[in-house]
């Protein structure tokens, strides 16, 4: 298992992100509990769905395993879906906090 083809990128993302709000955008998405909540939320929803799709037993989505870390956790989900899906989530919130930030300046 290289992870190469997934779990990279998807690591690559979370520090993608990371850096953009902390180095470029600085909107404090970061210290707002109500962004902690959102995850939480977006986790909580993501397991059942995710561990639905990606169970070994009967998988709908299947991942290549060299292009994986091997980790899964809980009910077979691939670690790097959390990885990706924070990255997706917070990029969309970090452009929303961005885009109401600017209307309010105004």
């Given at each position: 298992?290289?992870g190469?083809g997934?779990?990279?990128?998807?690591?690559?993302?979370?520090i993608?992100v990371?850096?953009?709000?902390?180095?470029y955008?600085?909107?404090?998405?970061?210290?707002?509990?109500?962004?902690?909540i959102a995850m939480?939320i977006v986790?909580?929803?993501q397991?059942?769905v995710?561990?639905?799709?990606?169970k070994l037993s009967?998988?709908?989505?299947q991942?290549a395993?060299?292009?994986t870390?091997g980790?899964r956790?809980?009910w077979d989900i691939?670690v790097?879906?959390f990885l990706?899906?924070f990255?997706l989530v917070?990029a969309?919130?970090?452009?929303?906090?961005r885009?109401?930030?600017?209307?309010?300046?105004?």
């Open positions: 298992m290289t190469l997934y779990t990279v990128p998807a690591v690559l993302a979370v993608a990371c850096v953009w709000e902390l180095a955008l600085r909107t404090g998405l970061f210290r707002k509990p109500a962004y902690w939480v986790i909580g929803f397991i059942p995710d561990g639905w799709l990606t009967a998988p709908i989505v991942y395993p060299e292009h870390s980790l956790f809980p691939p790097e879906d990706f899906g990255a917070t969309v919130l970090l452009l929303w906090e885009r109401t930030g600017r209307q309010e300046d105004s």
